[in-house]
């Protein structure tokens, strides 16, 4: 296996992410002064062979990475304009994720690495999400950062490549997967976060109270399930539901879920400042699917108006699982000199903060 380049020197990293329904492949390039360059994106989604079942199947995930991923790693090479001589390293997620994905995505840049003779980085998925914004603003280290996908809600204090606490995590379901539920039970198409945000549009927010789980607690903790069922009893008394309740129910359901998602993040920005001290930059930077949520933004802006903050949000297309943010932390890990070693496990979990005590309640996630 070879070596890192020396320390400060230009890299160009192939990236290749497998986790979970998305097969990607990317080439960034990492200059000498940090700053990164997208040289190719490509993303290939799933979702056709998963609708039938209403859900991501794992057998079948792994089956769809292995027949397209070939074919979009060369057209990844092709679009950046590079060969695999000119590659620095080759980075492919290691985890967290489904572990059939994980196996494809990491055989597959390993024989790459090897081939081209150049060093093979194991990445943490959340990671790669916790760094993008070094690639699309130049943003550094330390802020804090709010991960909001179908698996993950976490806020993380991020002071530095390879330092991450984690303040806060969900106790049962991730956002995104209770908008997911909330469209199912709503007999909404999936994904459904964008179904429920394009009902919410039309629907009148005031019409239901719904609970805002956690709001107030000490631990900047996350819960959904409670607000969840609240949702279904409303349901269940309604039917048969009209297309205004349906809306009224979307537009009730995402400001309440909004509400105490900012309730958490400002707790979250209070522990951020107690960690940094009182001079620290104040940034908030959203990765993940839901970031999308126009809902999300305007109740975040209105909070780091008021608390001093500035938002950063990275392109749609780069908080949605992609291969860039994976090849972007393969090049910032490389600069450091890590590297890793041929031999290296899927991690199907894996924290970013192996330091973070459980948070209560069952189910949590990683
Ligand atoms: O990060 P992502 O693309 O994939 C992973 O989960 O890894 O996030 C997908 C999640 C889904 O649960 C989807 O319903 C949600 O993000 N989502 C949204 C919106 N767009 C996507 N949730 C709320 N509002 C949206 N506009
Ligand atoms: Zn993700």
Redesign the pocket.
């Known amino acids: 296996m070879s070596d890192a380049p020396p320390p400060g020197s230009p890299v160009v990293v192939l990236g290749i992410e497998s986790s ?1 329904d ?1 097969t990607a492949a990317a080439v960034v390039e990492r200059r000498a002064d940090g700053s990164g360059r997208m040289l190719s994106n490509v993303v290939r989604s799933q979702w056709d062979e998963h609708r039938l079942f209403g859900g991501v199947v794992p057998e079948i995930a792994a089956r769809a990475h292995v027949s397209c991923l070939d074919a979009l790693i060369s057209q990844a090479l092709t679009e950046s304009g590079t060969r695999l001589s000119d590659l620095s390293a080759v980075a492919a997620t290691a985890g967290p994720g489904l572990v059939g994905g994980l196996v494809v995505g990491m055989v597959t840049g390993k024989a790459l690495a090897m081939a081209a003779g150049r060093p093979f980085l194991a990445i943490n998925h959340l990671e790669a999400h916790a760094l993008t914004v070094g690639l699309t603003e130049d943003l550094r280290p330390p802020y804090l950062l709010l991960l ?5 809600t976490q806020l993380l204090l991020v002071r530095g490549v390879g330092q991450y606490e984690r303040l806060g995590t969900t106790i049962d379901d ?4 209770a ?2 539920k909330t ?1 199912k039970l709503l007999g909404l198409g ?5 179904a ?2 394009r009902m919410a549009a039309g629907g009148n927010a005031a019409r239901f109270d719904f609970p805002r789980p956690l709001a107030g607690r000490a631990e900047a903790h996350f819960s959904f399930a409670g607000l969840k069922t609240a949702v279904r009893r409303r349901a269940m008394e309604l039917v048969p539901l009209t297309d205004g309740d349906i809306a009224d129910l979307c537009a009730s359901f995402q400001v309440a879920a909004m509400d105490a998602v900012a309730d958490r993040v400002g707790r979250a920005m209070e522990i951020a400042e107690a960690r940094l001290g009182p001079d620290s930059p104040r940034r908030l930077v959203v990765a ?3 970031a ?3 809902t ?1 933004r305007a109740r975040l802006d209105r909070l780091v108006t008021l608390r001093g903050y500035s938002l950063h949000v990275p392109p749609a297309g780069l ?3 992609n291969a860039a943010m994976i090849a972007w932390a393969g090049a910032e890990r490389l600069t450091l000199g890590h590297v890793d070693d041929l031999s290296a496990a899927a991690r199907p979990r894996w924290p970013l903060d192996a330091t973070a005590p459980a948070a209560i309640g069952a189910g949590v996630k990683a």
């Open positions: 979970c998305e909001v996908s179908g698996g993950h991730a956002l995104g997967e908008f997911d469209a999936q994904p459904g976060g964008p429920v945000e993940g699917g839901v999308a949520n126009k999300l908080c949605t699982d």
